[in-house]
């Protein structure tokens, strides 16, 4: 495409000042594209408004990919051609090195984890041990256990752990054997010795240091019990880790009571059977702001964040997520496990966003928000929202075509809420809500929405394993299983720079493997990778299938990684193994 025909198509052609080879030229508002390229003047063409990334050199340009559109996929590229030389994105591999593995099955063995970049080992949260796993990873080869950590003299196992950004020592949250009561957070040295213990919440679920070392954010999720008739306050709590040794005086508590009589927003779902607002709100997953002032905490259930002001330890807002619309184009899903087939396609579905694992990161000056949309139902024995659409009485004028929707092969499979959608309460559906948007979503730090990966995760891996699309995690030769639930299950996530740009690591918990993007450009990220690491013709029970359920990931930039590369460790819930990949970036 020529200048002039860019210029046809409402984009702006300027002519900017100079950039050299892998640079970005700070003064250029337009953010020129990184290629292979000397250092000489060149013409710069940016999407209308500013937004986008931005392209150029001197001589026209015949083609383009602006980042919109086209992945690139399993270390595919896409090329941008400046006169007679091609330039091409930089494309990611995730290359595995090692795996440590528990030899336990679809009890825990490894969910969630961190890095002490002083003694290069990772802190892995055991479940079904009831311990901290620590692993050498000086040679990410060959990771072995260091030794353990015991923590069942203070609850029956360990929910999340960090390690401090600089000072030897690690924490981590551990529940109440009855998840109502307050929870502990303990405190060790890098050696595993126990140095403190303070009381938090109910339930206390990931936690995480602030950027700057000052404060330990833990989530207390106040889940209800079985019978549902003993429902906690969900909260916040906001350690002062300034001492060397923390006290029960350190702890304060953000909580939610200020909001129970708020006008909220109405995709907040507040729906519990007589809870107020403080008590139907559960706290699953918290990320900082880079100058530690601000924390974002996902609430998956209530299909919310809310934001603290990590100072005050105080909840400034609640921010509801709003919902998916499955019938816009790129917005399908694969509905039904009883259609025997691959079938992304758009239904008359709201999809509640849902996430459970939230990331914060940098660019073009702002702050934004990275969400891995889950989903989660609350199913207890006293209250349960989880039902089928077949299931559900449908308005006939909302849904004239009731019957050939509610069949099996089509809608009626999938399960959705009935805690939502009879707008008008006569006991007939006009909507229908599933949990989850199979996606992960970009949003500012206000909680406006900037970019959602629609359908892209179902696509991607029904085109790299369409024999076992939609797989459980738990068995192998189960195809399209999971098409009536969440889908593969975006759930854990982290965010890496690597020279210059920014890459968002997801786990996929269900069919399994790591989908990476570039959200150099939060407004239109990539999807440049796709790696799964396991194995389709083994046996899960006995060991033999690779890594299934990806938990919780871990980036390590080059200058803290023991070989100096950076590297990404991923704990796997079910196959009970911890695996280091490297990071290739060509």
């Given at each position: 495409m020529t200048a002039s025909e860019w210029v046809a198509e409402g984009y702006e052609i300027r002519k900017k000042s100079t950039f050299s080879a892998?640079?970005?030229?700070?003064?250029?508002?337009?953010?020129?594209?990184?290629?292979?390229?000397?250092?000489?003047?060149?013409?710069?063409?940016?999407?209308?408004?500013?937004?986008?990334?931005?392209?150029?050199?001197?001589?026209?340009?015949?083609?383009?990919?602006?980042?919109?559109?086209?992945?690139?996929?399993?270390?595919?590229?896409?090329?941008?051609?400046?006169?007679?030389?091609?330039?091409?994105?930089?494309?990611?591999?995730?290359?595995?090195?090692?795996?440590?593995?528990t030899g336990t099955f679809d009890g825990g063995g490894a969910e969630i984890l961190d890095y002490d970049s002083r003694g290069k080992r990772l802190w892995v949260a055991n479940t079904v041990a009831g311990t901290i796993d620590v692993l050498d990873i000086r040679d990410p080869s060959f990771p072995t256990l260091s030794f353990r950590v015991d923590v069942r003299a203070y609850g029956p196992r360990a929910s999340s752990v960090a390690v401090h950004p600089w000072r030897r020592v690690a924490a981590a949250s551990i529940p109440n054997a009855d998840r109502?009561?307050?929870?502990?957070?303990?405190?060790?040295?890098?050696?595993?010795?126990?140095?403190?213990?303070?009381?938090?919440?109910s339930n206390p679920d990931q936690l995480v240091y602030s950027p700057n070392g000052r404060h330990l954010l833990v989530a207390n999720e106040g889940v209800p019990n079985e019978a549902y008739d003993v429902d906690p306050e969900g909260s916040v709590s906001v350690i002062n880790t300034r001492?060397?040794?923390?006290?029960?005086?350190?702890?304060?508590?953000?909580?939610?009571?200020?909001?129970?009589?708020?006008d909220l927003d109405p995709s907040v779902r507040v729906f519990g059977p007589g809870a107020t607002v403080a008590q139907d709100l559960e706290p699953e997953y918290v990320t900082v702001s880079k100058d530690s002032r601000t924390a974002w905490v996902a609430m998956q259930e209530n299909n919310a964040i809310a934001m603290v002001d990590v100072a005050s330890a105080k909840v400034v807002n609640i921010v509801g997520l709003g919902f998916k619309d499955h019938r816009k184009p790129g917005f399908g899903l694969d509905a039904s496990d009883r259609d025997g087939a691959v079938r992304i396609k758009n239904w008359p579905v709201w999809g509640m966003y849902q996430p459970d694992s939230i990331q914060s990161f940098q660019a073009w000056g702002e702050t934004f928000l990275v969400l891995a949309n889950e989903g989660d139902a609350?199913?207890?024995?006293?209250?349960?929202?989880?039902?089928?659409?077949?299931?559900?009485?449908?308005?006939?004028?909302?849904?004239?075509?009731?019957?050939?929707?509610?069949?099996?092969?089509?809608?009626?499979?999938?399960?959705?809420?009935?805690?939502?959608?009879?707008?008008?309460?006569?006991?007939?559906?006009?909507?229908?809500?599933?949990?989850?948007?199979?996606?992960?979503?970009?949003?500012?730090?206000?909680?406006?929405?900037?970019?959602?990966?629609?359908?892209?995760?179902?696509?991607?891996?029904?085109?790299?394993?369409?024999?076992?699309?939609?797989?459980?995690?738990?068995?192998?030769?189960?195809?399209?299983?999971?098409?009536?639930?969440?889908?593969p299950e975006p759930e854990g996530l982290t965010v890496g720079r690597i020279r210059g740009r920014t890459y968002v690591f997801v786990g996929l918990e269900r069919i399994g493997g790591i989908a990476t993007y570039d959200v150099s450009n939060p407004f239109a990220p990539r999807l440049v990778d796709y790696t799964n690491t396991r194995d389709f013709t083994g046996d899960a029970e006995m060991g033999t299938a690779g890594d299934l359920g990806p938990e919780g990931l871990k980036f390590?930039?080059?200058?803290?990684?023991?070989?100096?590369?950076?590297?990404?460790?991923?704990?796997?819930?079910?196959?009970?193994?911890?695996?280091?990949?490297?990071?290739?970036?060509?």
């Open positions: 892998f640079g970005e030229v700070r003064k250029n508002p337009y953010r020129p594209f990184v290629g292979e390229m000397q250092k000489h003047r060149f013409w710069a063409v940016a999407f209308a408004g500013g937004l986008g990334m931005t392209f150029g050199c001197t001589a026209d340009v015949e083609s383009v990919d602006h980042g919109g559109g086209a992945h690139a996929i399993d270390g595919a590229h896409s090329d941008l051609r400046f006169g007679k030389r091609r330039y091409r994105r930089r494309a990611v591999e995730l290359l595995p090195l090692g795996t440590y593995a109502t009561l307050p929870g502990k957070v303990v405190f060790f040295s890098l050696n595993g010795r126990v140095r403190s213990v303070v009381e938090v919440g001492r060397w040794r923390v006290h029960q005086s350190d702890v304060r508590t953000a909580g939610f009571g200020a909001f129970n009589d708020a609350r199913d207890w024995d006293g209250f349960s929202e989880e039902t089928r659409a077949g299931d559900l009485p449908l308005d006939p004028i909302a849904f004239p075509d009731a019957a050939a929707l509610q069949a099996d092969e089509a809608l009626g499979r999938l399960r959705v809420s009935s805690a939502i959608g009879d707008d008008d309460g006569d006991g007939l559906f006009e909507s229908l809500y599933s949990f989850g948007a199979r996606s992960i979503s970009i949003r500012r730090s206000d909680g406006s929405l900037v970019f959602d990966s629609g359908d892209q995760l179902e696509r991607v891996t029904a085109e790299a394993s369409p024999d076992d699309f939609n797989s459980t995690n738990d068995e192998n030769g189960s195809f399209d299983k999971r098409s009536d639930d969440k889908g390590i930039p080059a200058k803290k990684s023991p070989i100096h590369a950076p590297l990404l460790a991923v704990a796997n819930e079910v196959s009970g193994t911890t695996t280091i990949f490297k990071v290739h970036v060509r």
